[in-house]
């Protein structure tokens, strides 16, 4: 069974940088498409980012300027670089492989999402 596992959450200081690493065995990588998604106490989970096998890529308002996802093929891995990290952006981070990426819209993956990892950002 496919299985994405994150990693690279942590504590930091409004203003700050994490980069997030989603790591999948299990299944063809270099053909999917992946995204970061979020969820927030009390919120619903909301995509991130998303990049397709071929590079493109899209964001959500609320982070473009700010994050950058980038993918790896050799080593079945896709990354979230998070710059001037806000309070806001607290969360716990989910990654989800395998859908579909389509005209610029990532549609997820029912079965294929990893535990999450926490980031929290102070003001």
């Known amino acids: 069974q496919v299985q994405p596992v994150e990693s690279g959450g942590g504590v930091v200081q409004a203003g700050g940088s994490l980069r997030l690493s989603c790591t999948v065995s299990?299944?063809?990588?270099?053909?999917?498409?992946i995204g970061w998604y979020r969820q927030a106490p009390g919120n619903e989970r909301e995509l991130v980012a998303a990049?397709?096998?071929?590079?493109?890529?899209n964001y959500a308002d609320s982070v473009k300027g700010r994050f950058t996802i980038s993918r790896a093929n050799a080593k079945n891995t896709v990354y979230l670089q998070m710059n001037n990290l806000k309070p806001e952006d607290t969360a716990v981070y989910y990654c989800?492989?395998?859908?579909?990426?389509?005209?610029?819209?990532?549609?997820?993956?029912?079965?294929?999402w990893g535990q999450g990892t926490q980031v929290t950002v102070s003001s």
């Open positions: 989800n492989t395998g859908g579909t990426y389509l005209s610029g819209v990532y549609y997820p993956s029912a079965g294929t």
């Open positions: 299990g299944f063809t990588f270099r053909f999917a498409a």
């Open positions: 990049i397709s096998s071929g590079g493109s890529t």
